[in-house]
């Protein structure tokens, strides 16, 4: 009698949490293209609910670490002062020439600033309206040298036909 009630149970538990998943999938899904888009609206039954319980974040997914890291390089000079405040600190008593480490820099070297997406972008769209004025000021160019000729051989033929009168 208690294997089939610890049975039931157990069955009880594997739908809850699988209701549970399908609650917590679909809700992930509501929340990114709430996020995404302004058109497609659905509407999730549950969300105040799980709102509740996410605290209402705006993003369900974590952020990638890798993201976040800054790509700057940073100077940092060191003197004396900072040493002794450094071996202050430790527990260990180290001494420290005073002389040898007055106005040395020391770099930390970073990933190096890269590029983002928007970035390039718009270099490539300033190239592209660039190469298109140059492709279309050329026949512009041209129709305007040609109007010009036209114009100058009325003007030759009107002076002609002035003189035979």
């Excluded at 298109?132 to 051989?153: D, F, T």
């Amino acid at each position: 009698m208690a294997i089939k009630i610890f049975k039931a149970l157990w069955q009880v538990f594997l739908i809850a949490s699988e209701i549970w998943k399908v609650l917590e999938r679909n809700y992930k899904k509501w929340i990114e293209n709430k996020n995404s888009t302004g058109r497609g609206r659905k509407t999730f039954k549950f969300s105040d609910d799980l709102e509740e319980i996410y605290g209402k974040k705006k993003n369900v997914y974590p952020i990638h670490p890798v993201m976040v890291l800054s790509t700057e390089t940073q100077d940092v000079n060191l003197t004396s002062i900072d040493n002794q405040e450094i071996s202050e600190s430790t527990s260990e008593q180290r001494i420290v020439p005073q002389d040898e480490n007055r106005g040395e820099v020391v770099r930390k070297k970073r990933l190096k600033k890269r590029k983002t997406i928007l970035e390039v972008i718009r270099e490539n769209r300033l190239n592209y309206q660039k190469e298109k004025l140059k492709i279309l000021k050329s026949p512009q160019e041209e129709i305007v040298k040609l109007l010009s000729e036209k114009n100058e051989i009325a003007k030759e033929r009107n002076e002609i036909l002035q003189e035979k009168k």
